[in-house]
């Protein structure tokens, strides 16, 4: 399997924590790079942070325009018809940074997935049927695919993984429903899930990196 790109950023040398952090629909690697000093991780020790660029495909809700996303999307719905087997190519190239990272010297239990909007989605496929204990999964702005399966295909190594969700209530591209959904689905299984909302559309809010911030510091300090 062909490594993804990514962009790589260290808080400082020889890091012993990674967080892996995957863009949405249409960005790429890139998208969040600019955020880093702001999280002002001064009480984390020396972090990784990977920058993957999901490859190009026809996004048919889009109308077919060929973009970077980790996985075809059919309707405005997000969970009818889901692209069950895009997802899951994605899934593998994702567990592969983690796997990289782990070769890497980075403990699996370091190593936190963080996602927004289909990045979100991947995060959460990933991270909770991973079959080693991960530090975090940060959501963001997304929502639980392939939930139905779940709770066949979940690890119970990621069973009492910290969740941190975060979500817009003005976001009309995943609405607050489909997120609050997957809440429901994810605490109906046990999982530990930080849920937060915040004054926003389909972005990142100031107070959201504070807690982002906040969520880093404790589960990689």
């Not at 040398?13 to 990674?18: D, Q």
């Not at 892996?20 to 972090?47: E, M």
């Not at 309707?75 to 899934?91: F, N, P």
């Not at 429903?177 to 899930?193: G, P, T």
Request: glycine letters at 6%; charged letters at 15%; hydrophobic letters at 45%.
């Amino acid at each position: 399997m062909t490594t993804l790109p990514c962009i790589e950023i260290e808080t400082a040398p020889n890091p012993s924590a990674s967080v892996i952090w995957l863009h949405g629909l249409g960005a790429d690697g890139n998208d969040f790079v600019p955020i880093i000093p702001q999280l002002k991780l001064t009480d984390c020790p020396a972090i990784r942070f990977v920058f993957p660029s999901a490859p190009s495909m026809a996004v048919t809700v889009n109308g077919g325009y060929v973009m970077p996303a980790w996985y075809d999307i059919t309707g405005r719905d997000l969970t009818d018809r889901q692209d069950v087997s895009g997802i899951q190519k994605s899934a593998a190239a994702i567990t592969a940074l983690i796997e990289r990272e782990a070769t890497r010297g980075i403990a699996y239990e370091n190593i936190v997935l963080a996602g927004f909007s289909q990045g979100c989605a991947m995060s959460l496929q990933v991270g909770l049927r991973f079959p080693h204990k991960l530090a975090g999964i940060m959501a963001l702005s997304g929502y639980l695919p392939l939930a139905t399966s779940l709770a066949t295909e979940r690890s119970a190594a990621n069973q009492d993984t910290p969740i941190f969700m975060a979500h817009g209530i003005w976001d009309a591209v995943v609405i607050p429903e489909r997120a609050e959904a997957s809440v429901d689905v994810l605490e109906k299984l046990s999982y530990q899930v930080d849920w937060n909302t915040y004054p926003m559309e389909h972005s990142l809010h100031p107070d959201e990196l504070t807690d982002i911030s906040r969520f880093l510091t404790l589960v990689l300090s």
